[in-house]
């Protein structure tokens, strides 16, 4: 079965910066697409970020765009979620996904593409 962890969620004052961190100890990340998305409370879940397998390649939601950076470390086989200048309307579950097409090249926004899951964590942001 495959294994996806995230880690890094917590609780941070607005305009504060935090760290995601995705990795799995089945998959080779380094291999795979990975997506990061999230969901708040009453809400649907929604796309955040996603990186080609080779790195270069991201893709953001308009609304995390300039304060999020999706990057990732092929060595430690982890993909990161750098998150700055958080608002309280970035407070969700982050959930980490990974697009089980092998070396794919283009970079999918759509939560139905992802086809591993982790069990998520919780962000958030106070005002």
């Known amino acids: 079965q495959v294994q996806v962890v995230e880690s890094g969620g917590g609780l941070v004052q607005a305009g504060d910066s935090l760290r995601l961190s995705c990795e799995s100890s089945?998959?080779?990340?380094?291999?795979?697409?990975v997506g990061w998305f999230r969901q708040g409370s009453g809400k649907e879940r929604e796309f955040v970020a996603a990186?080609?397998?080779?790195?270069?390649?991201?893709r953001y939601a308009n609304s995390v765009k300039a304060r999020f950076t999706i990057s990732r470390d092929k060595v430690k086989e982890t993909v990161y979620l750098q998150m700055n200048t958080l608002k309280p309307e970035d407070t969700a579950v982050y959930y980490c996904?990974?697009?089980?097409?092998?070396?794919?090249?283009?970079?999918?926004?759509?939560?139905?593409?992802?086809?591993?899951w982790g069990q998520g964590t919780q962000v958030t942001v106070a005002s």
């Open positions: 089945t998959l080779p990340l380094s291999s795979y697409n």
């Open positions: 990186i080609k397998w080779r790195g270069g390649i991201t």
């Open positions: 996904a990974v697009d089980r097409r092998y070396l794919a090249d283009d970079v999918r926004d759509k939560d139905y593409e992802y086809a591993d």
